[in-house]
């Protein structure tokens, strides 16, 4: 093991030592290392112009390394194409280029696979790119990609939550172009980009140099090997030293925006009048390195619209809030600091707000982040072990949200997350600690502690009923009163606290894992700045696999696995309990194919909706469910996807055992190489004794042309379609037939994620038992305008 002469470096080897004097283990893992790849960075005096030629003298004194390995879908055999790399530093950027030879020189242009499409959207593509770990710390990883039309990835790879977000949006350039050995690309990292410790004389970085090469299968092309016995990523990184005296230089970034938008309404009536209002909102947006290592943001007045609709998603015959992932730009900058095991914090929760500020921090092995908005509006979910719902109240709220975590060694993680949303009439106060801990390459055991105080109005359970049925009394029998769940989980006359705990091993070698977990919700824990929708639970899970990799063989990788789970409340009484087995193929055409049989006992509707009993007051009912997932790429201009179900589905509203049938096929069509079609297609259907009980349609369309790779139009379409058959609902008398369609024409221009213009126009039309036809009831349209100032 090399340690390079620091205190960091020190101070690693004392921990290792006290661990291994202290306990069995004989395991101590460090960041990025030598021997898996070294690579010395030289600094020179001036940069590269990025234009894809590579002529320039400064390349001739690069450092250079080759792609020899391939690590996936082989095993660290020799790579099948040749990639050379090379990289220098100045003082204020990272330059980076690659080589990338096609075999079939007469024929690359059609073999190599690109598009001109959204940033981060290009999995599938060819891709070159480099993944650093700055502090060679094993917790965070920058990723960039580029693609060979000069089309930008970048991401954060998680080592604590072992997730990859590519929420992260940095300014960096780059450019590509295709030649007839293959395609070449260059790029340049400003280190504006990165946190790093400046004081240090000689970086030393985790690196990886990584090339996609996608044919049959995707080939994954690497500087190094990768040991699929070892179950930490970031830990084998190679190392680069050099970047002799570098400093990131003065980070100060301004965007100022203007957003206009005129937004019409009327009710479903096409004889009604428009109800229409024109907004102006000027805003900005500020993002100040104060050290390397120290990040504010701030935000005024900011406009937190979302240019682009979410992915339609249906809700019917569900007791769960829908889930949407935070798209907004401030929320998601070092949103990878404030992550925890747990969903604690979720941006989604905070509509509207009128200014923000964030700080973000990391000295040593200590990171620290801390954020403060406002929200005109109050919106937060309210959780239960058999449904849940989003609550609103109409005041201003305040909320906070702060992060630590303590980095001792590569083995131990130790952090805290507090947030706080607050109106005048309610609060949500959350504390939380959590433990990551690696002993060994195939162990890891992570422990998470939360303890929440909520204060809810005393008027909120009304939004969840009439308010002549909110009186829950033991007459409220199954569908004869509006009481449910969320309004005796909000019909408090006190403050409410309680504690969420959870704890998970999981052993994972080159063929095999095994894991287990054991989780508690109180029947009082809130945490509503998160995203926790079951409350008054435990649950406790257990599983495993094995996995395969065939050799010579048109599949790469199969894998056998399963588990068994099981769910109660607080006092004890079952709610689910569920067996699955599951079988994972992937292998040629880019393929992948998983299939799986689910044996399941749980719960239906309560019976007495005053109480929140489950025995006595819920029927179980035995699910027999088997379901199919595919998705392969049969020709290089189109991929294709398959979700499927069908077996035994509870009717919720009825509280009985019915049939579903769920289907949700999609299509990605690359037309050209700059205009692409996505059609994905959703259905859904229920039968029960009697009949049909309904039938749900949903369709997503979105057309879009790319002119460069900054100018781009997309016209979008979303269409859903319910049927049902109100005779077959005991309870209820729903709406036989409810139609609606979305649809939105953009046109945009983007020079980086931060400086845009955008031009579009959208509305909304609906159908229902009284309009019969689709009757436009919202029109909107807008522009948006922000420039990134970097100074």
Known sequence: ???????????????????????????????????????????????????????????????????????????????????????????????????????????????????????????????????????????????????????????????????????????????????????????????????????????????????????????????????????????????????????????????????????????????????????????????????????????????????????????????????????????????????????????????????????????????FAVMATNDTKTNFLVPGNLSSDIASIDEESYNLAGRYRADFGSELSIGALVTAKQSEQYHNYVASGDVKYQPTQQDTITAQYVFSTTEYPDDLYKEFCSEDTCIPDSSCELGDCGINERVLRTKLDDAISDDFYRLKYVHKRRNWFAFTQYESAGDDFRADLGFISRVDVTKLVAGGGYIWYPQDSSFNRIELSGDWDISHNQSGELIEQEAEARLEFEGSMQSFTALGFVNRDRVGRRHDASSLAIDGNTQMFTENVGWLYFEFTPFRQISVELDADYGDSIDYSNDRLGTQLFINPGIEWNITDSVSLDLSHMYRSLDVDDGELFTANLTDVRLSWYFNINNFIRISSIYTDIQRDPSLYLYSSPKESEQSLGNEILYGYKLNPQSVFYLGYSDGMQSNDNIDSLTKDEQTYFMKLSYAWLL
């Open 1 to 367: 093991m090399t340690f390079t002469a620091t205190t960091k470096s020190l101070s690693h080897l004392l921990l290792c030592s006290s661990i291994l004097v202290s306990s069995s283990w004989t395991f101590c893992v460090s960041a990025g290392t030598n021997q898996q790849f070294h690579i010395n960075i030289p600094t020179l005096e001036r940069g590269a112009s990025i234009n894809g030629q590579l002529d320039e003298p400064q390349w001739q004194n690069a450092a250079i390394a080759e792609l020899e390995y391939e690590t996936s879908p082989g095993e660290n055999i020799a790579a099948p194409v040749a990639t050379q790399v090379k990289i220098f530093a100045t003082d204020k950027s990272l330059f980076v280029s690659f080589i990338a030879k096609d075999p079939d020189s007469s024929a690359s242009n059609n073999l190599i696979r690109a598009n001109i499409t959204d940033r981060d959207a290009l999995w599938g593509d060819d891709l070159v790119g480099i993944k650093l770990d700055t502090f060679n710390d094993e917790r965070l990883a920058y990723q960039f990609f580029v693609n060979p039309y000069g089309v930008q990835m970048d991401s954060i790879e998680n080592e604590l939550t072992g997730e990859e977000s590519n929420a992260w949006d940095g300014i960096w350039h780059s450019s590509a172009r295709k030649t007839d050995e293959g395609y070449l690309v260059e790029l340049e990292l400003p280190l504006r980009l990165f946190n790093f410790d400046s004081k240090l004389d000689i970086q030393t970085w985790g690196i990886e140099f990584i090339r996609f090469y996608p044919r049959d299968k995707t080939h994954r092309l690497s500087t190094h090997s990768i040991d699929r016995n070892n179950n930490c990523q970031l830990c084998q990184l190679g190392t680069a030293t050099g970047l002799k005296g570098i400093e990131p230089g003065q980070d100060l970034q301004l965007t100022p925006s203007l957003v206009m938008n005129r937004n019409s309404q009327r009710d479903l009536d096409p004889l009604d009048d428009w109800r229409s209002d024109n907004n102006i909102e000027p805003g900005l947006d500020i993002r100040w390195g104060i050290t390397p290592n120290t990040l504010l943001s701030a935000t005024i007045n900011p406009d937190f619209s979302q240019v682009e609709a979410d992915a339609g998603q249906l809700d019917i015959n569900s007791t769960f809030a829908l889930f949407y992932p935070e798209k907004r730009a401030f929320f998601l900058d070092n949103k990878d600091y404030f992550d925890t095991q747990l969903q604690l914090l979720h941006t989604r929760n905070i509509v509207s707000p009128d200014y923000g500020v964030k700080l973000t921090s990391k000295i040593d092995n200590h990171t």
